[in-house]
């Protein structure tokens, strides 16, 4: 009698490595829960590109890091044994080779075997404490170093301390010290149990590092790790109270059943088996990136006054916190993304998030564009919250003390708000330009003042002020603020006075108002952030009609974007690598790049203009050249940014997106062309009314792209899109899909 084969979860789909040879410090978190305080994984460099972390092609392992955030690294450790010839010299030289073929990873767990001290490595965690399983070699000398000093990923840690707390307990803590972006330190505490006694606790002074003799028979040695941002006495409330057990295997299967809660929302039918992989892996980044930094208790560190001080989360009746803190990157390109996927999907993840930020503003009196260890590190450009706030109001995720969120929105797009500000300017309020932005309806470029900060790039800034302006106006919209819609959206028309009618793209202006002379669409950041401008033409989400207009009609835009699709597939539709740019200079010269968020809409500005299936036809290629890839070598082609490009591709592959974000009143979704045949999304019934949205593409293929048809519960739809509030209501919505456009 056969067995039966058991059906493959999602958390057993995941590629966990998928572009690990580009990793950022914080794209890869193997063991690791969704948002987690802990995100523990290998690290095999410490230092390079973006901090870099977990790269695959590195074979030697350098530690084991509990915090991989943005702007936030930090408590590696590594299991090691001794010898007379290494007893002394461990402290710096402990790195071990490794293999991949000894190797296991998946959602919320990582094991491999360190070569070197033939020491196998299993690694879990809860929400807020690492778990580490070592099973050392028979009758070895056993310890632990604990790496609390020097440089990690990111950040220096300074000012590591570890003593003992009992036989087999540990507390330290360490300094993160503040880096270019986030300007105030982080201090992180933490607790370490083991299920063995402590023989001894050695410091080596040249190095900071500790070695941690432990005095044991067993061959298998547990250790928990709980981390804190406030104090050691909170974290033994999160070590007590999300792991009081040591049962290795029960947390392994909590965090695995964690996750795939989460990515089990949406469930694929059709496509290839590798389709159905990658679909799994980009979910799972989307919901990776970004951390929780406040305790069990509510406790969280507030760094955004003139003093450090530790705030506390209002409560529940039972005394849990109502919602978690973040660490967070910007929501620069958000938009797009994570605003839509979450908003449908997670939508407890998205207020929660929304409440966050407005904690921040509770606290420093301003909603940040990019939270670090409780700083405020003006990262990227704008006010990025904006679109991400009020689509969570138009969707009806956030509904109280709404006047409160639009005064503290407002702030944001006046003078001394944060839109004034350019990236990582800390101590002024020049680089952004706003003042010209208001006196002339443009940022110019060079901004007269000099450089303050990064991204000063005046074309980009007026197109995305104009852009953020538009949404703010529709939150005035709702609440009644007739005067201030009137005024925002006058300003969101703003974007027309870079627009270069004699050259057809959007053009940098200096503050005479005089058009950069030696103007180039295609030199990448010319006047404009992260792009170029044939790429950052097309930023006018809000607007598209107009812009048509101004390009002499919609014809003419639909053609020429056309042709920069036609050029950028040359290209697989990327920048690409720093490699691919030396050896084809071309790649930085793309028309249209799909691996930065400058061009994430730019497939659906079609359907915008009236032609759904150029949108149908053009995403699915980039689909298949940008997002099909599983391996570590390729994934994103660029900068992940913490989901950004993960959600854009799962969004893409479901065949829905919201072109302004989701902003206007009763948001609406465009249709597009899904990879697979069935898509089932699970709703949350305490935010939507629907059980759940059945997408059925019909004769779907790779040759049969184009939507022929659509009907929403057996009634045809006039158009290729679909509100919010129809939507969430749930049902089936039915896609025809033919090899051939209906459209002439």
């Not at 901090?51 to 690294?73: A, C, M, N, P």
């Not at 059925?696 to 057996?714: E, Q, R």
Request: glycine fraction near 8%; hydrophobic fraction near 35%; proline fraction near 5%.
């Amino acid at each position: 009698m056969s067995k039966t084969v058991p059906a493959l979860k999602p958390v057993d789909l995941v590629y966990t490595q998928l572009d690990t040879e580009n990793s950022r410090w914080f794209l890869f978190s193997s063991a690791s829960r969704p948002f987690g305080m802990v995100n523990l994984s290998p690290d095999t460099q410490l230092q390079g590109t973006w901090g870099s972390g977990y790269r695959y092609e590195v074979d030697t392992i350098k530690g084991f890091s509990h915090i991989h955030g943005w702007q936030l690294s930090g408590l590696s450790v590594m299991p090691v044994t001794l010898t007379d010839i290494n007893r002394n010299s461990v402290y710096q030289d402990f790195y071990s080779k490794f293999s991949h073929k000894e190797e296991e990873v998946s959602p919320g767990y990582h094991s491999l075997r360190l070569q070197r001290y033939n020491i196998h490595v299993a690694l879990t965690s809860t929400k807020r404490v690492g778990l580490h399983q070592y099973i050392f070699p028979k009758t070895s000398e056993k310890a632990i170093l604990f790496n609390l000093n020097g440089i990690l990923g990111p950040c220096e840690i300074i000012q590591g301390k570890l003593e003992k707390a009992g036989d087999s307990e540990l507390m330290g803590s360490f300094v993160i010290a503040p880096t270019k972006r986030r300007p105030k330190p982080v201090n992180v505490f933490f607790k370490a149990e083991l299920n063995t006694s402590i023989s001894n606790l050695k410091k080596d002074e040249k190095s900071g590092n500790y070695l941690v003799s432990l005095d044991s028979e067993k061959d298998t040695v547990l250790m928990k790790a709980a981390i804190s941002y406030t104090s050691v006495k909170n974290a033994v409330a999160n070590l007590e109270t999300e792991l009081p057990h040591w049962d290795f295997e029960k947390t392994v299967n909590e965090s695995k059943s964690e996750w795939n809660g989460l990515l089990g929302r949406i469930k694929v039918e059709g496509g290839t088996e590798k389709a159905q992989k990658r679909f799994y892996t980009d979910l799972w980044h989307a919901l990776l990136g970004r951390k929780i930094i406040s305790d069990v208790n509510g406790a969280y560190p507030d760094n955004t006054g003139d003093t450090f001080r530790i705030g506390q989360l209002p409560l529940k009746k039972d005394g849990t916190p109502q919602f978690n803190h973040y660490n967070s990157d910007a929501f620069w390109g958000a938009q797009w993304t994570i605003n839509t996927l979450w908003g449908l999907v997670y939508p407890e993840i998205k207020k929660e998030f929304v409440l966050s930020l407005l904690q921040y503003y509770k606290d420093g009196r301003l909603i940040p564009r990019g939270p670090s260890g409780g700083n405020y590190t003006y990262v990227m450009t704008g006010a990025s919250s904006t679109p991400f706030i009020i689509s969570a109001i138009q969707k009806g995720l956030v509904s109280e003390n709404l006047d409160t969120i639009y005064h503290a929105l407002k702030k944001n797009h006046m003078p001394n708000g944060i839109m004034e500000k350019a990236g990582y300017e800390h101590h002024t309020n020049l680089g952004g330009g706003l003042r010209y932005y208001l006196d002339k309806g443009y940022v110019p470029y060079p901004i007269p003042e000099g450089k303050f900060g990064g991204h000063q790039d005046g074309a980009s800034l007026t197109m995305e002020y104009a852009y953020q302006d538009y949404t703010f106006a529709q939150l005035a919209k709702k609440l009644g603020y007739d005067d201030d819609y009137a005024y925002f959206m006058e300003r969101s028309k703003n974007y027309r006075n870079v627009y270069d009618s004699d050259t057809g793209w959007m053009r940098p202006k200096n503050v005479d108002g005089k058009w950069k002379t030696d103007f180039d669409p295609f030199s990448y950041e010319n006047g404009f952030n992260e792009s170029n401008a044939s790429q950052s033409t097309w930023f006018v989400p809000h607007d598209l009609d107009g812009l048509a207009q101004l390009m002499g009609g919609k014809e003419i835009a639909i053609e020429k974007l056309n042709q920069q699709f036609k050029e950028a597939e040359k290209l697989n539709f990327t920048a690409g690598s720093s490699h691919d740019r030396e050896m084809h200079p071309d790649y930085s010269r793309i028309p249209i790049n799909y691996g930065n968020q400058p061009s994430m809409q730019t497939a659906f500005v079609f359907h915008k203009l009236g032609r759904p299936d150029l949108t149908q036809y053009w995403s699915r290629k980039v689909v298949e050249k940008v997002f099909s890839g599983l391996s570590p070598k390729t994934g994103y082609n660029g900068d992940e940014d913490q989901g950004l490009m993960a959600s854009l591709a799962v969004l893409m592959k479901i065949g829905l997106f919201q072109m302004n974000g989701g902003t206007e009143e009763n948001p609406e979704y465009q249709i597009g062309s899904p990879i697979f045949d069935r898509i089932t999304i699970e709703l949350n019934t305490d935010f939507y009314s629907g059980k759940k949205i059945e997408i059925n593409a019909l004769n779907n293929s790779k040759d049969n792209v184009y939507v022929d048809g659509v009907l929403f519960n057996d009634k045809p739809l006039k158009s290729c899109t679909i509100l919010h509030e129809d939507i969430t209501n749930g049902g089936v919505l039915t896609i025809q899909m033919s090899g051939n456009s209906s459209i002439e």
